[in-house]
């Protein structure tokens, strides 16, 4: 089981960035995605989730200008980052966990945004 983030750059304020996770060795169709960002020097925190029925999360930092969607038939997650604040740089991680579980179960290895003021 593998979740493979892409995506990520370096961006002036208030540019844009759509991140993407794509899944492969099992169907995720069933399973809660979620985003999570960790910046320098700081614990990881999160920042967007969508269940297998559609419903999003959103952290409050970012309601409003981040958009997480999910294409199932390409086993595939996407957080579309709008309004891109410096405070916004971090490595974006994607997970995985099961509609039963607490915590997420799968993670992928990380993906680096940098946005400049």
């Known amino acids: 089981v593998q979740l493979q983030a892409s995506g990520g750059g370096s961006v002036q304020a208030g540019g844009s960035l759509r991140l993407s996770c794509a899944v492969s060795g099992r169907t995720f169709s069933s399973y809660t995605m979620g985003w999570f960002r960790q910046a320098p020097g700081k614990e990881r925190e999160f920042v967007a989730a969508i269940r297998s029925g559609g419903s999003t999360y959103y952290a409050d930092s970012v309601k409003g200008r981040f958009t997480i969607s999910r294409d199932k038939a390409k086993n595939t997650v996407y957080l579309q980052m709008d309004n891109l604040r410096p405070e916004g740089t971090a490595v974006y991680f994607c997970?995985?966990?099961?509609?039963?579980?607490?915590?997420?179960?799968?993670w992928g290895q990380g993906t680096l945004v940098t946005v400049s003021s």
């Open positions: 997970a995985a966990k099961s509609p039963t579980k607490d915590a997420y179960e799968y």
